[in-house]
């Protein structure tokens, strides 16, 4: 399936020059590229956004620890004061 689109003059300049520069072999390719990179920023994000929202289920769910108890540890752990438990 073909796909058009209209880059507008700044991007479709870029385009060129990365083909010109012998980079990439044609448009293409470029536009799969910056497809490829886009679908890893959205997993990225996602990944994130699960964290997020596990974070906040846990804190919903008080499996959270005062975060002046978590310093003081690891304080106390920087400082060689404890064993690490």
């Known amino acids: 399936m073909a796909v058009s689109a209209d880059l507008g003059e700044t ?13 990439y072999h044609s448009k293409s390719e470029v536009l799969r590229e910056g497809e490829r990179l886009v ?20 804190a919903d769910a008080g499996r959270t620890k005062p975060g002046s108890d978590v310093f003081d540890r690891l304080e106390a752990r920087l400082a060689g004061q404890t064993d690490g438990k």
């Not at 679908?39 to 846990?58: N, V």
């Open 11 to 23: 991007l479709e300049s870029v385009v060129n020059e990365l083909v010109a520069s012998g980079r």
């Open 39 to 58: 679908q890893e920023r959205e997993a990225r994000l996602a990944a994130l956004d699960a964290s997020i929202a596990r974070g906040l289920a846990d």
